[in-house]
């Protein structure tokens, strides 16, 4: 017969066990060996969840072990190569609790955990439809190195067919050296942190594109007069990695009213260098093909300082480029921005460009020869205008040719 308010104290304590309010008493247990050494010792609260079948169908029950369990005389410390060391503990009406232990040459571990649980305890199997005991048995994580306490603080379980076996705050030792807990301890998963959720990471915030430089007025003269003439606005496009290791591209516009310009000339190798505040050197090379007579882009060598790259200094040098082409003595004209890939982390960006190398009368440009780009920006509105043109008539043609059937009027049969 079950005991008086047993009825109402089990769905009470189940709440609590759910609730984390009550996780069963708390409890050292020693086994020694004949000299009265320790060989194990363990400090644990533990609850119990058993499925089991009563005479109305199946049922759960929820129990924790009590203060006054006690270790049987059955446990062992274990004898080396014939046996392994157990911790049994008895509580209740005949139930059984096992931790069977055993090391290799770093670690121990329990091995096993077996509960015998005796169907016959009606406080804690009422209406069972069984009598009797029940053995059910499943190995564990719990593992530590030799010499060293396992600790853990957090819930951990173990399943055992029907069975859940819940630890909580356990301090467990086995093959102890100095007949006490050590100082040291090996930790449970449970209680290491969570390792944190990983993150993508943040995309860089992309430089804002500077507003179109100034358009500046440059020359180079030599022992024969003016041998460049140069109007344009220049933009340093390059990349490099900052000093907390981060790739970025900007943009920087060349400050007429900050920078200094000069040159040389020869026969066949014109060059304008422009020096600022950073910007130790841009130099920009022309050459003449005198078989052909074209004057172009030849080379461009950049050399500057960046403030916040992990390499200040930047040098970026090109002098097989084939850009801004003319004929001799005319000049080369382009409103178009363009792009001039000077290295894989170095381009120069040249805005409303007009320049002439060699054969420069004085300060005139000599006759301009329009850029690829200024010439497909202009046939798009000459497309444009002559498909309108072309629709309207269509539309004409057809207004009239209807307006003259309608003056044919009916005919005489």
């Known amino acids: 017969m079950a005991a008086p308010g047993g009825a109402w104290r089990r769905p009470l304590l189940l709440l609590l066990l759910l609730l984390g309010l009550a996780r069963g008493a708390s409890a050292v247990f020693v086994v020694s060996d004949g000299n009265g050494t320790a060989c194990i010792m363990a400090n644990f609260a533990a609850t119990f969840e058993i499925s089991y079948d009563s005479r109305s169908g199946a ?25 392994d060391s ?50 059910v048995a ?79 007025r440059y020359n180079v003269s030599g022992a024969n007069g003016t041998c460049l003439l140069a109007s344009m606005g220049l933009q340093l496009n390059v990349t490099y990695r900052t000093k907390d290791n981060t790739t970025v591209t900007r943009g920087l516009n060349i400050n007429p009213n900050k920078t200094t310009f000069g040159g040389s000339c020869s026969a066949q190798l014109v060059t304008l260098e422009l020096q600022g505040e950073s910007l130790r050197l841009l130099a920009l090379q022309f050459a003449l093909n005198t078989s052909s007579s074209r004057v172009f882009l030849q080379g461009v060598q950049l050399n500057m300082t960046l403030p916040d790259a992990r390499d200040p200094s930047f040098s970026a040098a090109n002098s097989s480029l084939r850009a801004l082409q003319a004929t001799a003595g ?84």
């Open 59 to 83: 049922k759960n029950t929820t129990f924790s072990l009590p203060a006054s369990a006690q270790v049987l005389n059955s446990s062992s410390c274990g004898k080396e190569n014939t046996s």
């Open 86 to 135: 157990s911790l049994v503990i008895a509580f209740g009406r005949g139930h059984t609790l096992t931790l069977s232990f055993t090391r290799n040459a770093t670690r121990y571990s329990v091995q096993l955990m077996t509960l015998v649980y005796n169907l016959s305890d009606a406080e804690f199997f009422p209406s069972a439809s069984s009598k009797g005991t029940k053995t």
């Open 138 to 216: 499943a190995s564990t994580d719990i593992r530590a190195d030799l010499n060293t306490k396992y600790r853990c603080v957090s819930n951990s379980q173990v399943h055992l067919l029907n069975v859940t076996v819940t630890l909580g705050n356990a301090t467990i030792q086995a093959y102890l050296a100095n007949n006490s807990f050590s100082q040291q301890e090996t930790r449970c998963e449970q209680d290491k942190p969570s390792p944190p959720t990983p993150t993508a990471p943040p995309t860089p915030t992309p430089t804002p594109a500077p507003t179109s430089p100034v358009v500046s």
């Open 330 to 413: 005319n000049s080369y004209k382009c409103r178009s921005e363009q792009r001039l890939q000077v290295t894989e982390a170095f381009a120069l960006n040249v805005f409303q460009v007009r320049v002439q190398a060699f054969r420069v009368d004085g300060d005139k440009f000599g006759p301009a020869e329009e850029c690829q780009l200024d010439e497909n920006s202009m046939l798009i509105p000459i497309a444009v205008g002559g498909a309108l043109a072309g629709l309207v008539l269509v539309v004409l043609m057809a207004y009239l040719v209807g307006r003259k059937r309608s003056h044919a009027g009916y005919q005489t049969i």
